[in-house]
């Protein structure tokens, strides 16, 4: 268990936004098209993101979401196609960035899975739940696409940190961000491990709301 860096007073050091350009480098983050630099600019004003998705989880996939609800985890065990979904992105008032997901599964109430992406201690992309199960991130861009790529998994107790064995993990997650124009964008996650293979895939396109700047506004 390893204790995280004391967070400095916000009223003597106010916490800039998440600057993934930042993290990405210059020359990245301009291969990326204009759309998607405008989505995830640092200081962007909340965006409701309208869209479906297509589910699918392996059986021990089934397992790992039971288990990891209880530490308020962003896995979902369903198989669906088509279910209605909307994503809600804002600052978290602390310089993360909150992404919250709602889905509308058949036969089902709405169901509702947050986290929240941010620098860690060490200065790199962490992603987190309610609970504190969280994922250090990897962000890169690649044939265009932003992508997040685990590298671990850990549990937040306060500021201690607890490294999650990768046995007890649904493997590596990836989510892919590929912008496919007039304001539409394909979102993908997947989890593979290493011995139970693929366990969670996820995949589907969403739009920009209607009041978003066209992506010949975005200044360079």
């Known amino acids: 268990m390893t204790p995280a860096a004391h967070a400095p007073s916000r009223l003597s050091c106010p916490t800039p936004p998440l600057d993934l350009a930042t993290l990405l480098g210059p020359a990245a983050w301009q291969r990326l098209p204009a759309a998607v630099r405008r989505r995830f600019a640092a200081g962007h004003a909340p965006a409701t993101y309208p869209g479906t998705l297509?589910?699918?989880?392996?059986?021990?996939?089934?397992?790992?979401?039971?288990?990891?609800?209880?530490?308020?985890?962003?896995l979902c065990g369903a198989r669906a196609s088509a279910v209605p979904a909307t994503v809600q992105v804002q600052a978290d008032g602390r310089g993360g960035v909150s992404w919250t997901r709602r889905l509308q599964l058949p036969g089902r109430r709405s169901v509702q899975i947050r986290s929240t992406?941010?620098?860690?201690?060490?200065?790199?992309?962490?992603?987190?739940?309610?609970?504190?199960?969280?994922?250090?991130?990897e962000v890169f861009e690649q044939h265009g696409a932003l992508v997040f790529e685990s590298r671990r998994y850990d549990w937040w107790l306060g500021?201690?940190?607890?490294?999650?064995?990768?046995?007890?993990?649904?493997?590596?997650?990836?989510?892919?961000?590929?912008?496919?124009?007039?304001?539409?964008?394909?979102?993908?996650l997947e989890m593979r491990?290493?011995?139970?293979?693929r366990t969670f895939?996820?995949?589907?396109?969403?739009?920009?709301?209607?009041?978003?700047?066209?992506?010949?506004?975005?200044?360079?």
Do not use: N, Y
């Open 54 to 74: 297509t589910m699918r989880c392996s059986a021990i996939g089934r397992v790992f979401a039971a288990g990891a609800a209880l530490l308020g985890s962003p």
């Open 117 to 137: 992406k941010a620098l860690g201690p060490d200065g790199r992309l962490i992603e987190r739940t309610d609970g504190g199960l969280g994922m250090a991130l």
């Open 159 to 188: 500021r201690w940190r607890l490294p999650v064995p990768a046995l007890l993990t649904p493997g590596t997650c990836r989510v892919t961000h590929e912008d496919l124009g007039q304001g539409r964008f394909r979102f993908t």
């Open 193 to 197: 491990h290493a011995w139970w293979g």
């Open 201 to 220: 895939h996820q995949t589907g396109v969403f739009t920009d709301p209607p009041h978003t700047q066209t992506d010949q506004e975005l200044l360079p």
